[in-house]
């Protein structure tokens, strides 16, 4: 049997959080969302995929971003009706309290194994649904955000809560090249 050397390498702590949803794996959740509610995007800027696509697709949208001094932790938009986003792996278990305690909808992507762990399952309550994929999202780097970086060393689902019509939906990833694009000044460009 061959060695997971990604596994073993990947860096897991808070610094490793960087890594950016492709395209792709924002479209399988897009059948499951209202097009009449809010969807805010609380760890997302300008040129993040979900908001991109979710705007391009006739959602209404609204962003957050600690880069602008909105930390998820205390702050809340007035008016939204359900959370979508990719938050820091690192800081999951928090970041799930936190959604769970607005007592409204939300998707998460989340890295697979995320459903296992005893202050999860405290937080779940037995109310998490998941979808899942028929493969691993290879995700976007800040070194790398024309392309994804491929060999993912871990499967990911978006946990979520209110969204699904059933505890577990299986979906395939259908794969494709869309560069993330730096949509506003600043001293990065990722043309």
């Not at 995320?114 to 999860?120: C, D, M």
Request: negative net charge; proline residues 6%.
């Amino acid at each position: 049997m061959g060695i997971n050397i990604g596994y073993l390498t990947a860096n897991r702590t808070s610094s490793g959080d960087e890594v950016y949803t492709p395209f792709y794996a924002v479209e399988p959740l897009l059948e499951f969302l209202p097009k009449d509610k809010i969807i805010w995007c609380p760890f997302d800027e300008e040129w993040s995929a979900f908001y991109q696509l979710l705007t391009e697709k006739g959602f209404d949208v609204i962003r957050s971003s600690l880069k602008e001094g909105q930390d998820f932790f205390t702050y809340e938009p007035d008016n939204w009706d359900l959370l979508v986003s990719n938050p820091p792996f690192s800081k999951k278990d928090s970041v799930l309290q936190r959604a769970f305690s607005f007592n409204k909808p939300f998707a998460l992507l989340l890295p697979v194994n995320s459903i296992q762990g005893k202050a999860r399952y405290k937080i779940f309550n037995n109310e998490i649904q998941l979808l899942c994929f028929d493969g691993r999202v290879d995700f976007h780097t800040r070194q790398n955000m024309q392309t994804t970086t491929k060999g993912n060393h871990f499967g990911s689902a978006y946990f979520c809560r209110d969204i699904l019509p059933t505890k577990l939906e299986m979906r395939q990833l259908v794969r494709y090249d869309r560069p993330l694009a730096k949509l506003s000044g600043g001293d990065e460009k990722w043309e």
